[in-house]
């Protein structure tokens, strides 16, 4: 019997099974396939988390059941993020655990001045945002004690982020990165070492129960800026950057879905950004880790990988 169940296998969910098992404690994570870290501490389970009969069999005995599960792609949200939630609300009630779960800021929307607290209004009006602030809702209705974390943009050791995705690729074949966001804009990182950090804190202190809390994150930074402080800890000259028109993504989106779905989120990208958390850290002494600390642990992980064809 686990005393912690984990739901993904990606850059938090590891990140999160780490600590715990650091502390001693026992894991269990469950994925499609059986993925997640070895350790003898932590069980790795392939199962279906969207299966309410089934996740409430594995989480049996649980303390915590951390949500950590998204979807690669935006154009699956609406099709699988219901389900799983739905599960693990279930799961969480039958066993008397506390659900914490993972978020971004989808659910404010556009706000003035792009500034985000923990007691900004959820006011999105794209589909994501509103389904993220329905996911939200459905929680804090289910009769559980549930927490939702909330993070910017994820930097850190395996992160699908904008380093992954764009600037690595182009440091490392020394060509031009084309950005899909303004590159002189201030935006919030999270590391993602500190969402596991406050899932882990926030889950376990009954003050966190029955509201959104932030992950404590860096002063934002530009795009621009970002890719120097990569480009150092790389020891490679910085990329030269192409900044993408805006309206390039909102054309292609009348014809691509994926390329839609970035486009509604675009906002984020061709406007300043602020993730605040000033709660968090007043209320619990978290703080955020040093920005070229978490760029070192991105760009240190990176290298060491084994080259493929």
Same mark, same amino acid.
């Given at each position: 019997?686990?005393?912690?169940?984990?739901?993904? $296998?990606?850059?938090?969910?590891? /990140? +999160?099974?780490?600590? %715990?098992? @650091?502390?001693?404690?026992?894991?269990r &994570?469950? #994925?499609?396939?059986?993925?997640?870290?070895?350790?003898?501490?932590?069980?790795?389970?392939?199962?279906?988390?969207?299966?309410?009969?089934?996740?409430?069999r594995?989480?049996?005995?649980?303390?915590v059941i951390?949500?950590?599960?998204?979807?690669?792609?935006?154009?699956?949200?609406q099709?699988?993020?219901?389900?799983?939630?739905?599960?693990?609300?279930?799961?969480?009630?039958?066993?008397?655990a506390?659900l914490?779960?993972?978020?971004?800021?989808?659910?404010?929307?556009?706000?003035?001045?792009?500034?985000?607290?923990?007691?900004?209004?959820m006011? $999105?009006?794209?589909?994501?945002? /509103? +389904?993220?602030r329905? %996911?939200? @809702?459905?929680?804090?209705?289910?009769? &559980?004690? #549930?927490?939702e974390?909330?993070?910017?943009?994820?930097?850190?050791?395996?992160?699908a982020?904008?380093?992954?995705?764009v600037?690595?690729?182009a440091?490392?074949?020394?060509?031009a990165?084309?950005?899909?966001?303004?590159l002189?804009?201030?935006?919030?990182?999270?590391?993602?070492?500190?969402?596991?950090?406050?899932?882990?804190?926030?889950?376990?202190?009954?003050?966190?129960?029955?509201?959104?809390?932030?992950?404590?994150?860096?002063p934002?930074v530009?795009?621009?800026d970002?890719?120097?402080r990569?480009?150092?800890?790389?020891?490679k000259?910085?990329?030269?950057?192409?900044?993408?028109?805006r309206?390039?993504?909102r054309?292609?989106?009348?014809?691509?879905?994926?390329?839609?779905?970035?486009?509604?989120?675009?906002?984020?990208?061709?406007?300043?950004?602020?993730?605040d958390?000033?709660?968090?850290?007043?209320?619990?002494?978290?703080?955020?880790?040093?920005?070229?600390?978490?760029?070192?642990?991105?760009?240190?992980?990176?290298?060491?990988?084994?080259?493929?064809?």
């Amino acid at each position: 019997m686990a005393q912690h169940v984990v739901i993904g $296998a990606g850059s938090i969910g590891t /990140r +999160l099974s780490r600590l %715990l098992v @650091e502390r001693g404690e026992s894991v269990r &994570i469950i #994925t499609r396939g059986g993925s997640g870290p070895a350790h003898p501490l932590i069980e790795r389970v392939a199962a279906d988390a969207s299966d309410p009969a089934q996740l409430t069999r594995l989480s049996h005995g649980a303390e915590v059941i951390y949500h950590c599960a998204n979807p690669p792609s935006y154009t699956s949200w609406q099709r699988l993020l219901p389900p799983l939630q739905t599960a693990a609300i279930s799961a969480a009630k039958a066993n008397d655990a506390v659900l914490a779960l993972t978020a971004g800021l989808y659910a404010y929307g556009p706000q003035p001045g792009g500034r985000m607290n923990e007691r900004t209004p959820m006011a $999105a009006t794209g589909r994501k945002g /509103r +389904l993220r602030r329905r %996911l939200w @809702e459905q929680a804090l209705a289910g009769g &559980i004690r #549930t927490v939702e974390v909330r993070g910017s943009d994820y930097i850190g050791r395996d992160a699908a982020s904008l380093y992954s995705l764009v600037l690595g690729p182009a440091l490392e074949k020394g060509r031009a990165a084309t950005v899909p966001g303004h590159l002189d804009m201030p935006h919030s990182f999270t590391y993602n070492g500190d969402m596991a950090t406050a899932l882990l804190t926030l889950a376990r202190d009954e003050r966190a129960w029955g509201r959104a809390w932030h992950v404590p994150s860096p002063p934002a930074v530009t795009i621009r800026d970002l890719a120097h402080r990569y480009a150092a800890a790389a020891d490679k000259p910085p990329p030269t950057l192409v900044q993408l028109p805006r309206f390039t993504m909102r054309a292609a989106g009348l014809f691509v879905p994926i390329a839609r779905e970035i486009a509604e989120m675009d906002y984020q990208w061709y406007a300043p950004f602020h993730l605040d958390a000033p709660e968090t850290a007043d209320t619990f002494g978290l703080t955020a880790t040093d920005l070229d600390t978490a760029v070192h642990d991105q760009v240190g992980e990176a290298r060491t990988q084994p080259e493929t064809l």
